[in-house]
């Protein structure tokens, strides 16, 4: 059964042991999201902070609620100790069948509302995150909604919203994101706003989904429902078009301006650092504020991993990559991107592999906006989610000269977030690409391919047998 709301989900990961309510009243400023980063860096639980200083009793902030695969194993309904490749199994299966939302008439998320003058952003407990921070950001754990007006094609996607003032929020969604393609495309040419709904917490699922990259014209609330297996029910918002979780906490629902830019950040970025300064983000003036009694604002205290952004972000990159490497009949196997590598450090199986696999892979990569910039390529009896092999492969089977491929990201697609990057290269989105292939060259002849010295490839298949008949009474587990 999936869950239909975030406050649902937090009372499941009471009862696994895996989020804390923090009863004593903590400060907005800086304290909440200090306690959630260290929980976060010593893989504590995740922290709902009930009271919260300069707040309604009942207004509260919670950190850190998928950023274990633990959490995700429970959000997606599984038993918490799942295994991580199980879970990718998993999200990937379901993947395979998406659900329409259902539309419903009203929602929990209409329980208060707040329009036009009366619109203060600052009646919500939105935290400052880091020491640093240009502001108090609003939408971090968000699902922000946007719409193509001539296609219908709903985009839902993850961006930052920082408050600028009582009724403007600054953010940061590149124009090669979706939201800010629509917006470039559509919008910006007829000076137009456009509306966009920033919603903060929906169901779990809804916001896995958001972090996931599907392809120009996808619904990703199609597939919300497809991990879900249920719909997802929706409501129209009070100022637009646009349809929005009925049971989300707090729904803010605006127009992204065409003509003005106003400051956003510096924020602690994803990568683990803060690599930039101040600088222009797109300006959302907020027309209403939907939210329920006692609302929950979702934060992620982004900094080191493991974090909500390099679980959940590994998670959905890997499978989306796992999608467009198989497209042009790349032989993939599995793909694996270590939540610790947040989102920069990728591994690939392949059925065969080469030189020549190895650059198509870095290709179908750099096509898109990719932080992705250290690619392991390892051959099929490699599992990529096992590091103990993974580094196995890449210290014995890539040649130091041969295997490692250097190459560089068009411009335009290199993060800019990436801190090995120099400053230029962030401004100008310029930045390098290092391929590690570890796969046998498919023009060695097989019968000099060296052995594998492992109880799979070097013993013969009846002693192989025997010893697997045996183990238990070898006195062995
Ligand atoms: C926590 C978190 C914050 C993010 N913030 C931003 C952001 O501010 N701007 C941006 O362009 N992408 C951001 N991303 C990446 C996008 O969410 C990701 O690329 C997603 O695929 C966007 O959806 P889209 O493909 O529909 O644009 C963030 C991801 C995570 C996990």
């Given at each position: ?9 937090c ?8 989020l804390v309510?923090i009863?004593?009243?903590v400060?907005?400023?800086?304290e909440a999201a200090a306690i959630s980063r260290r929980s976060l860096?010593?893989?504590g639980p995740a922290t709902l902070f ?10 509260r902030i919670l950190g850190g609620v998928q950023a ?59 935290p400052?995150i ?10 971090t754990w ?154 929950i604002l979702t934060m992620i205290s982004l900094g080191?991993?493991?974090d909500d ?169």
């Amino acid at each position: 059964m999936a869950f239909n709301e975030m406050r649902q989900f937090c009372e499941a990961l009471e009862r696994t042991g895996d989020l804390v309510r923090i009863k004593k009243e903590v400060d907005w400023e800086l304290e909440a999201a200090a306690i959630s980063r260290r929980s976060l860096e010593t893989i504590g639980p995740a922290t709902l902070f009930e009271k919260i200083k300069d707040y309604p009793p009942g207004y509260r902030i919670l950190g850190g609620v998928q950023a274990t695969y633990r959490r995700v194993a429970v959000s997606l309904g599984m038993p918490p100790d799942s295994p991580i490749p199980a879970i990718y199994r998993e999200y990937e299966e379901r993947e395979q069948t998406p659900v329409k939302p259902v539309i419903v008439k009203t929602g929990p998320c209409k329980e208060n509302i707040m329009v036009g003058k009366d619109v203060d952003l600052f009646s919500f407990p939105a935290p400052l995150i880091h020491d640093g921070d240009g502001g108090r950001y609003m939408g971090t754990w968000d699902v922000v909604i946007n719409q193509d007006p001539d296609s219908g094609w709903t985009n839902w996607g993850m961006y930052r919203f920082m408050i600028y003032n009582r009724d403007s929020l600054t953010g940061d969604p590149s124009f090669a994101s979706q939201l800010g393609f629509i917006f470039k495309e559509k919008f910006i040419p007829k000076k137009k706003s456009m509306p966009v709904a920033i919603v903060i917490g929906a169901d779990p699922l809804c916001h896995m989904v958001a972090t996931a990259g599907y392809g120009i014209g996808v619904d990703e609330v199609d597939y919300a429902g497809a991990l879900r297996k249920e719909p997802v029910e929706l409501v129209k918002a009070e100022t637009s078009n646009l349809l929005v979780p009925a049971r989300a906490e707090i729904v803010v629902e605006g127009e992204i301006l065409p003509d003005v830019i106003a400051a956003e950040g510096p924020f602690g970025e994803y990568p683990g650092y803060r690599t930039g300064k101040s600088r222009t983000g797109l300006v959302c003036k907020v027309k209403a504020v939907t939210y329920r009694s006692n609302p929950i604002l979702t934060m992620i205290s982004l900094g080191v991993p493991l974090d909500d952004s390099s679980v959940a972000a590994a998670l959905t990159a890997s499978i989306s990559l796992k999608r467009r490497l198989k497209r042009p009949g790349i032989p993939v196997t599995n793909v694996y991107a270590p939540a610790e590598g947040v989102t920069h450090l990728v591994v690939v199986g392949v059925k065969s592999g080469g030189r020549n696999v190895a650059k198509q892979i870095a290709d179908i990569i750099t096509a898109r906006r990719a932080a992705m910039n250290k690619i392991v390529v390892v051959d099929e009896d490699v599992d990529v989610f096992n590091m103990m092999q993974v580094i196995h492969a890449l210290s014995v089977k890539c040649h130091p000269l041969r295997g490692i491929i250097l190459d560089e990201v068009p411009a335009g697609k290199a993060n800019e977030l990436t801190p090995c990057y120099s400053l230029e290269e962030r401004t100008h989105k310029t930045g390098g690409l290092a391929i590690f292939d570890a796969t046998w060259p498919p023009e060695w002849p097989k019968e000099t391919l060296p052995i594998k010295s492992s109880f799979s490839d070097i013993y013969p298949a009846e002693i192989k047998e025997k010893v697997l008949r045996n183990w238990k009474e070898y006195g062995l587990k």
